[in-house]
């Protein structure tokens, strides 16, 4: 039985061994470095991301409970048993209202339909408060076990405001506060037209330079959006020029020649400075005062006529 020889080729090259561990092992040797040139120990680290990692978990539990209604149901049964616990509102208290409608305030403060003490919320109460005009501002806060207290801070009434047939209340700011009628207005001057309230400011500046009239002033109107006639207890109207500058000269001007002449009071009816280079004068017709009042009037008006030709020269 013949042989046969089997001829085997030569083995194939070993593969150079792969350098995986190798590789891995300088990455981790420069995380370590890093991680060892750091000002802090791996330990803290190592809690710092326990930290983030349980923080970021808790964000999202609460993300979710949020979404879903689960954090309302929870604040709404603890208010519910804050409430069944006797710990609910019952008064009201209101601190510094003097002039306010103190009912107002009740209803105001008891709008909101969870009555637990735990359910109030605060800040919409104060916000509901701060749209009553009288309001300037307020606090509120709980008072266990059953009263919310109030602390206002009030508007102080500083003028009447006439439009449209209506009066109102404003205070320096020209802040509405509320209606009131021709019986039972109250002795403050009078501001008559559109967006007359918001230059009350204005107004109170300009009788600043002039003080010994204020106490004279019956009323102001707001002409044409950009002056002021002003009309005095004794009757007389005063037209100022344009121009806050310009009108604050006319008037002191104004309250000047009347300490020197004494000009109101004396049957003018109208006194025109809105000319800078004039000062015109309003008497009445004959008939309509008597003699002794025009001539006084005329007379007024000669004083004028020979302070301002003593002024010019």
């Given at each position: 039985?013949?042989?046969?020889?089997?001829?085997?080729?030569?083995?194939?090259?070993?593969?150079?061994?792969?350098?995986?561990?190798?590789?891995?092992?300088?990455?981790?040797?420069?995380?370590?470095?890093?991680?060892?040139?750091?000002?802090?120990?791996?330990?803290?680290?190592?809690?710092?991301?326990?930290?983030?990692?349980?923080?970021?978990?808790?964000?999202?539990?609460?993300?979710?409970?949020?979404?879903?209604?689960?954090?309302?149901?929870?604040?709404?049964?603890?208010?519910?048993?804050?409430?069944?616990?006797?710990?609910?509102?019952?008064?009201?208290?209101?601190?510094?209202?003097?002039?306010?409608?103190?009912?107002?305030?009740?209803?105001?403060?008891?709008?909101?339909?969870?009555?637990?003490?735990?359910?109030?919320?605060?800040?919409?109460?104060?916000?509901?408060?701060?749209q009553y005009g009288w309001i300037k501002d307020a606090r509120?806060?709980?008072?266990?076990?059953?009263?919310?207290?109030?602390?206002?801070?009030?508007?102080?009434?500083a003028a009447i405001w006439q439009h449209n047939n209506r009066?109102?209340?404003?205070?320096?700011?020209?802040?509405?506060?509320?209606?009131?009628?021709?019986?039972?207005?109250?002795?403050?001057?009078?501001?008559?037209?559109?967006?007359?309230?918001?230059?009350?400011?204005?107004?109170?500046?300009?009788?600043?330079?002039?003080?010994?009239?204020?106490?004279?002033?019956?009323?102001?109107?707001?002409?044409?959006?950009?002056?002021?006639?002003?009309?005095?207890?004794?009757?007389?109207?005063?037209?100022?020029?344009?121009?806050?500058?310009?009108?604050?000269?006319?008037?002191?001007?104004?309250?000047?020649?009347?300490?020197?002449?004494?000009?109101?009071?004396?049957?003018?009816?109208?006194?025109?400075?809105?000319?800078?280079?004039?000062?015109?004068?309003?008497?009445?017709?004959?008939?309509?005062?008597?003699?002794?009042?025009?001539?006084?009037?005329?007379?007024?008006?000669?004083?004028?006529?020979?302070?301002?030709?003593a002024e010019k020269g």
């Amino acid at each position: 039985m013949s042989s046969t020889k089997i001829k085997r080729g030569k083995a194939p090259p070993r593969r150079p061994a792969r350098t995986t561990k190798k590789r891995r092992s300088v990455r981790t040797s420069r995380l370590n470095a890093v991680i060892n040139a750091l000002p802090v120990s791996p330990q803290q680290l190592q809690r710092v991301a326990n930290w983030t990692i349980g923080l970021g978990l808790a964000a999202m539990v609460a993300l979710v409970a949020h979404a879903t209604g689960v954090t309302a149901k929870i604040h709404e049964e603890y208010a519910q048993a804050v409430g069944r616990a006797g710990f609910m509102v019952k008064k009201v208290e209101v601190v510094g209202a003097d002039r306010i409608d103190r009912l107002k305030v009740y209803d105001i403060a008891l709008a909101q339909k969870d009555r637990s003490m735990a359910a109030v919320d605060l800040e919409d109460v104060r916000h509901d408060l701060m749209q009553y005009g009288w309001i300037k501002d307020a606090r509120v806060s709980r008072r266990l076990p059953d009263t919310l207290v109030v602390d206002i801070v009030e508007r102080s009434p500083a003028a009447i405001w006439q439009h449209n047939n209506r009066l109102s209340l404003i205070d320096e700011k020209g802040v509405v506060l509320e209606p009131v009628s021709v019986a039972t207005m109250p002795d403050l001057p009078l501001v008559i037209g559109p967006r007359a309230n918001q230059r009350a400011q204005d107004l109170e500046r300009l009788l600043a330079e002039a003080s010994s009239l204020k106490e004279l002033l019956a009323g102001a109107t707001w002409v044409g959006n950009r002056r002021w006639d002003l009309r005095f207890r004794s009757g007389e109207t005063l037209s100022l020029p344009e121009g806050e500058s310009e009108a604050k000269a006319a008037l002191a001007r104004f309250a000047h020649m009347d300490g020197a002449n004494r000009l109101l009071g004396r049957g003018i009816l109208r006194f025109d400075m809105r000319d800078p280079s004039r000062f015109v004068l309003r008497l009445p017709h004959e008939g309509q005062v008597a003699p002794t009042k025009l001539e006084d009037a005329r007379d007024a008006v000669d004083a004028v006529a020979a302070a301002s030709s003593a002024e010019k020269g």
